[in-house]
């Protein structure tokens, strides 16, 4: 009898996975100053940036508070010269990190403009790629790549077809040493979910849910009553049961998620050039991405975020 009741708890152990969350941190405002670190780094994608401190980039109005804004920039007043650094930009860190986790970004723009690339993200704090990579909003030159991505070890991949969820997949191999770290790619099904149609249309929320066996990712544009009003009016709890049909989803039939995905701090990025929007800025965008960084600040004016709330729930 007992062996047969430890049987069944087994067997529920293996699938049960809570859909309800609690509140664990909310990031409003100057709350982003005290929970976030800025990353006064070298650009690991090779952009043509210059990430600065936090003091120098409150100095500078590059970072903006007030009480329900938090706004991030590259400069757009200089012009560089070509033998300098390159154009000021934010790169920040959260303090905490997350393992199994509801993340909640309600965000009324992004970076835009020829030569940018920003990300929203998550990843371990070493030993990349084995510490894996959730790349939630990433894309550059205004292109709407609207991708949702994984990078991950070796041992990672994704089916095809058969997946839940209203995107569509762009590539299944998530290990980031195939294919150029292209890694594992959802495309949304949403027009409006990044660069220029996301900001004329107010932006919108992006929630992102780890468990141990799936990552998903939805987005609800802005005004377009797709939204549940608990996640509209950041409730203390949510579930994401009723969320409905996710934009992107990954599975674990061909990836075990907790070997591949360790805990994560969440990044909001802004790069210029560099490794992918330099590569694909020809296609695109006028003469030459390094020397337009350079000699147009004024076009960096709308190359900011504007982040109306984050919350991560547990
Ligand atoms: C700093 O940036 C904010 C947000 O973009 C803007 O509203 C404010 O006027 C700027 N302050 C100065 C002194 O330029
Ligand atoms: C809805 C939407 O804009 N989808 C686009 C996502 O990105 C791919 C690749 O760039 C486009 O082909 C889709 O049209």
Redesign the pocket.
């Known amino acids: 009898m007992l062996a047969a009741l430890s049987a069944v708890a087994l067997a529920l152990a293996g699938t049960a996975v809570a859909t309800t969350y609690n509140i664990h941190d909310t990031f409003i405002g100057s709350e982003f100053l005290s929970g976030f670190t800025w990353e006064a780094i070298a650009d690991p994608t090779n952009g043509r940036v210059n990430y600065v401190s936090q003091a120098t980039a409150l100095a500078d109005n590059l970072t903006y508070t007030s009480s329900d804004t938090f706004i991030m920039r590259a400069d757009y007043t200089t012009t560089l010269t070509a033998s300098g650094p390159g154009r000021n930009s934010v790169r920040i860190q959260s303090n905490n990190a997350y393992t199994y986790a509801l993340m909640v970004l309600d965000l009324r723009h992004m970076p835009e403009g020829c030569a940018t690339w920003p990300a929203f993200w998550t990843t371990g704090a070493t030993d990349w790629p084995t510490c894996g990579e959730i790349d939630i909003i990433e894309g550059v030159n205004n292109?709407?790549?609207?991708l949702t991505s994984l990078h991950t070890s070796a041992g990672c991949t994704m089916p095809a077809t058969g997946r839940t969820m209203m995107g569509t997949s762009a590539s299944t191999d998530c290990n980031a040493n195939d294919n150029g770290n292209q890694g594992c790619g959802v495309?949304?099904?949403?027009?409006n979910s990044f660069g220029p149609p996301f900001n004329s249309n107010g932006g919108g929320i992006y929630a992102m849910e780890r468990t141990s066996t799936s990552i998903s990712v939805w987005f609800w544009p802005r005004n377009s009553g797709l939204a549940p009003a608990a996640v509209t009016s950041g409730a203390s709890s949510l579930d994401t049961s009723t969320f409905g049909e996710p934009d992107a989803l990954f599975v674990d039939t061909d990836c075990d998620i907790p070997s591949h995905f360790t805990a994560h701090n969440i990044i909001f990025d802004l790069t210029l050039c560099g490794d992918w929007a330099g590569n694909a800025y020809p296609s695109t965008c006028p003469s030459d991405c390094i020397d337009y960084v350079n000699n147009n600040p004024a076009d960096f004016e709308n190359a900011y975020w504007d982040v109306a709330s984050l919350r991560v729930y547990e």
């Open positions: 292109e709407v790549p609207n495309d949304s099904s949403f027009s």
